[in-house]
């Protein structure tokens, strides 16, 4: 098919080598996505450019404004993109360990620290994430609150959670705090050159969390 020919079909929105526009269009965007992991990991988001976000996805600027207005917006998908993978990679481990709350709490955290072990989600997401825009800071609110409930799911399967009412506390806000402390460490080990084992690093967050089951063992047995 001539260049004229395929821009008259994708002008029309028809096939062109099997595909639809629609599929067209949703490959070059995560192109985009896959581009702006890279780019924005190994410059952060100030430095990087949409020539050379265009450059890496092979694409010209023409595409990049087809799916996003700017480079907060794609920053935005990437940040989303990665925040969903790990959620669902964390449910799956959830899914697939032992019905023993030690290990599934071993098998979330494992998860959450081998993708912080990659350089470039952990600028992403615990770097570049903060000062871009007041936008930016809502998704990463929004997303912080995703992790809470998840961290509320697993803690009430660690302990019971109506025990925190007896002491003054609520579990969402105990959630949001293992999520921080969880947050902390996970920037601790990149700012410091991954220097500790990923064992190591998983073994200290989940130290957090059996001393919490632990406190709400020791509420139950008060109570008793």
């Not at 079909?9 to 639809?20: L, W």
Request: proline share 1%; charged share 25%; hydrophobic share 45%.
């Amino acid at each position: 098919m001539s260049d004229a020919s395929l821009q008259a079909s994708t002008a029309a929105g028809r096939d062109y080598a099997g595909q639809s526009l629609d599929e067209r269009r949703a490959q070059r965007r995560q192109a985009l996505i896959d581009a702006g992991e890279v780019i924005f990991g190994d410059q952060g988001f100030r430095a990087a450019t949409v020539k050379a976000i265009c450059r890496q996805a092979g694409l010209t600027e023409r595409y990049f404004y087809e799916s996003f207005s700017n480079s907060e917006a794609l920053f935005a998908a990437v940040y989303k993109t990665l925040v969903a993978a790990i959620e669902q990679d964390m449910r799956s481990a959830l899914a697939a360990a032992p019905t023993d709350a030690d290990a599934m709490a071993d098998a979330a955290l494992r998860v959450y620290f081998s993708y912080m072990a990659r350089p470039r989600v952990a600028r992403i997401v615990l770097i570049e994430i903060f000062g871009i825009s007041p936008s930016i800071d809502r998704t990463y609110r929004a997303a912080t609150l995703k992790f809470a409930e998840l961290t509320e799911e697993l803690t009430g399967r660690l302990f019971d959670a109506s025990l925190l009412d007896g002491q003054g506390a609520r579990s969402r806000l105990v959630a949001m705090g293992l999520v921080g402390s969880t947050i902390h460490i996970a920037m601790y080990w990149n700012l410091n050159g991954y220097r500790e084992s990923l064992d190591e690093v998983v073994g200290s967050a989940l130290a957090l969390y059996r001393a919490m089951a632990a406190s709400m063992d020791a509420a139950a047995a008060d109570k008793s």
